[in-house]
């Protein structure tokens, strides 16, 4: 059974460059067919969809984020990861990284999403942006 473990640190000044790592175990990230998403929940709100990238290494992310947002990979230790920059208070959230086998045409659009879309979920990681 695949596992996603998030990791970064958890206070970020504004302005600065948020930086998560997502490890996989028990499975490839290059796995056909298979979509790596970094989603977001601020507090008392839903679930933010921020992009993904996929087996093959192409890349998709929702566009109010995507001038700030990079999702990369490194095959070699089975890991993906966010970079969200010039981050604001407003990109207070907890983070998780997530596998599904698709990647919803609404998600690009802003569209929420829903746990039950993925599969496999990490535990999350509370990212604070504060000075």
């Known amino acids: 059974q695949v596992q996603l473990q998030e990791s970064g640190p958890g206070l970020v000044k504004p302005s600065q460059t948020l930086s998560l790592t997502c490890t996989v175990s028990g499975g490839s990230i290059t796995t056909n067919y298979y979509y790596w998403s970094w989603i977001r929940q601020p507090p008392g709100k839903g679930l933010e969809w921020m992009g993904a990238?996929?087996?093959?290494?192409?890349?998709y992310y929702i566009p109010s984020l995507k001038s700030r947002t990079s999702i990369s990979r490194d095959t070699s230790k089975n890991q993906f990861t966010l970079q969200l920059s010039s981050v604001t208070p407003e990109d207070t959230a907890v983070y998780y990284c997530?596998?599904?086998?698709?990647?919803?045409?609404?998600?690009?659009?802003?569209?929420?999403?829903?746990?039950?879309?993925?599969?496999?979920w990490g535990q999350g990681t509370q990212v604070t942006v504060s000075s």
């Open positions: 997530a596998r599904s086998r698709a990647i919803v045409a609404g998600w690009v659009q802003g569209q929420g999403v829903r746990r039950a879309d993925f599969g496999s």
């Open positions: 990238i996929a087996y093959s290494g192409s890349t």
